[in-house]
């Protein structure tokens, strides 16, 4: 079965701290999609990146950041120097190769004070 | 934005009673995919479509129907409503059948049920 992890509930960071979301995820597929999405309090979601099994390559955008793992099953988002407008829940979504469904994990809800 | 259009923005109804939410995909996509959001259940995949069939089925109600049109829009269509349908509904549109193309979220559907 498909599982994806979020274990961190809630983070609460001081602006211009760095803050990292951390995401497991479990998956027979061999070929499979990792996502990160944004949902601020107006409620839409709001894709960041999508990264597939084979491409283990971290990616950087930005303040933003990605780091992909296949032998431990994580793909940990990091926000460097965060502002207030990155306060939002962010979701870690998996899909595998023959469907395109995404698992989503429970979210991290991301306070970032001024 | 994300080039995916949902309507209504939010609907209030009464319990027994029938709605259906409205997708329109982004230019050029194929699947139409239907999530809910609740507190109790977080997002949870419904049923997709692709090209006017239906492809795949998640945690969708019996109460709950969905098709997609040959223009592509996709209706989700819900019956007998209860106080526990109550959620966001998000449609999302992908070029793909399966994973390897990036999902992309409209604003959502706010249903209460009263």
């Known amino acids: 079965a498909q599982k994806v992890t979020q274990a961190q509930t809630e983070i609460s960071v001081v602006e211009k701290e760095d803050v990292t979301l951390d995401c497991v995820y479990e998956?027979?597929?061999?070929?499979?999609?990792l996502f990160w999405y944004k949902q601020p309090p107006s409620g839409e979601l709001v894709f960041l990146i999508r990264?597939?099994?084979?491409?283990?390559q971290n990616e950087i955008s930005g303040r933003y950041s990605w780091n992909f793992q296949k032998s431990t099953s994580s793909f940990n988002f990091t926000i460097t120097a965060s502002q207030v407008v990155d306060s939002a829940v962010y979701f870690c979504?998996?899909?595998?190769?023959?469907?395109?469904?995404?698992?989503f994990g429970k979210g991290t809800k991301l306070s970032v004070k001024p | 934005d994300s080039g995916v259009t949902q309507t209504p923005k939010h609907l209030i109804t009464a319990t027994g009673q029938r709605v259906t939410l409205r997708c329109s995909p982004r230019?050029?996509?194929?699947?139409v995919y239907w999530y809910q959001q609740s507190l109790d259940q977080g997002l949870q995949f419904l049923i997709q479509?692709?090209?006017?069939?239906?492809?795949a089925k998640g945690n969708i109600l019996e109460r709950f129907s969905a098709q997609q049109f040959p223009d592509l829009h996709s209706e989700l269509n819900l019956s007998s409503l209860e106080l526990g349908d109550s959620a966001l509904y998000f449609c999302?549109?992908?070029?793909?059948?399966?994973?390897?193309?990036?999902?992309?979220f409209g604003p959502g559907t706010r249903l209460t049920v009263l």
């Open positions: 990264r597939n099994s084979f491409d283990e």
């Open positions: 999302a549109s992908s070029a793909g059948l399966a994973g390897e193309g990036s999902q992309y």
């Open positions: 230019s050029g996509d194929l699947s």
């Open positions: 998956t027979r597929d061999t070929t499979y999609y």
């Open positions: 479509y692709y090209n006017g069939e239906e492809r």
């Open positions: 979504a998996l899909s595998g190769g023959s469907q395109g469904n995404l698992i």
